[in-house]
């Protein structure tokens, strides 16, 4: 490991160190949405969206254990992945707060199951749940993709040490090679 008078090293069970370090790995933002039996559309904010395997295709996300639109989602037994554009920074904010009216202002349609699709977003990933793992504070939830669009005009939103922001200058790599960060063991596509 390299020594340099920049790296900060910091003990692991110090939760807004934890927070601080982990924070420098940047990713995209996704809404989850689902409906309950007597709700109507729910939804929360996640950075940890993933995808696990081609075959079968699926997909994960990790919710807190405190969060309550999680066991709403649980129940229903099926989610919709939302991947937000660069424009919906304020829809981010309002699926991370804790509220009974968070789709107020935010523009949605019902697909085919009723699971609510948000309007302008990247792509979405409807989804079963597969399986639940339990994860400390939080738990896995592994979805089994159903069906899936995209509209690749739309830019994704970007979280990257606590803050939002967006891809000034992407990359379009062929179809079918580079799309999939990862494939299984001795499949991956990366040169
Ligand atoms: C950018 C961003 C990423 C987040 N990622 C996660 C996540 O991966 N897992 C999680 O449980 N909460 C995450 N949150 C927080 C949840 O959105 C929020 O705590 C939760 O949905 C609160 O509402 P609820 O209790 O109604 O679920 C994130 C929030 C933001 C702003």
Same mark, same amino acid.
């Given at each position: 490991? $390299?020594? /340099?008078?920049?790296?900060?090293?910091?003990?692991?069970?110090? $939760? /807004?160190?934890?927070?601080?370090?982990?924070? =420098?790995? #940047?990713? +995209?933002?996704?809404?989850?949405?689902?409906?309950? $039996?007597?709700?109507?559309? @729910?939804?929360?904010?996640?950075?940890?969206?993933?995808? @696990?395997?081609?075959? *079968? $295709? &699926?997909?994960?996300?990790? *919710?807190?254990?405190?969060?309550?639109?999680?066991?709403?989602?649980? %129940?229903?037994?099926?989610?919709?992945? =939302?991947?937000? +554009?660069?424009?919906?920074?304020?829809?981010?904010?309002?699926?991370?707060?804790?509220?009974? =009216?968070?789709?107020?202002?935010?523009?949605? /349609?019902?697909?085919?199951?009723?699971? #609510?699709?948000?309007? =302008?977003? @990247?792509?979405? !990933?409807?989804?079963?749940? %597969?399986?639940?793992?339990?994860?400390?504070?939080?738990?896995?939830? !592994?979805?089994? @993709?159903?069906?899936?669009?995209?509209?690749?005009?739309?830019? #994704? &939103? &970007?979280?990257?040490?606590?803050?939002? +922001?967006?891809? %000034?200058?992407?990359?379009?790599? *062929?179809?079918?090679?580079?799309?999939?960060?990862?494939? #299984?063991? +001795?499949?991956?596509?990366?040169?």
């Amino acid at each position: 490991m $390299p020594a /340099t008078a920049t790296r900060q090293a910091f003990d692991a069970t110090d $939760p /807004t160190a934890f927070r601080r370090v982990l924070g =420098n790995f #940047p990713s +995209g933002v996704a809404a989850i949405t689902s409906t309950g $039996p007597d709700s109507g559309p @729910v939804g929360m904010a996640v950075s940890s969206f993933t995808s @696990v395997s081609l075959d *079968p $295709p &699926l997909v994960a996300f990790f *919710p807190a254990k405190t969060s309550s639109t999680w066991p709403v989602v649980r %129940e229903r037994g099926a989610f919709c992945v =939302n991947v937000l +554009g660069s424009d919906q920074e304020e829809v981010c904010r309002r699926l991370a707060a804790k509220s009974d =009216n968070k789709f107020d202002d935010i523009a949605w /349609t019902p697909d085919s199951d009723g699971l #609510p699709v948000l309007t =302008n977003a @990247v792509a979405w !990933i409807h989804c079963d749940i %597969e399986s639940v793992h339990d994860a400390g504070d939080h738990e896995i939830v !592994i979805g089994r @993709v159903r069906h899936l669009a995209v509209d690749e005009t739309v830019r #994704p &939103l &970007l979280f990257y040490r606590g803050g939002y +922001g967006r891809v %000034e200058s992407p990359t379009t790599p *062929p179809h079918g090679s580079a799309h999939t960060p990862h494939a #299984p063991a +001795g499949q991956s596509d990366r040169s």
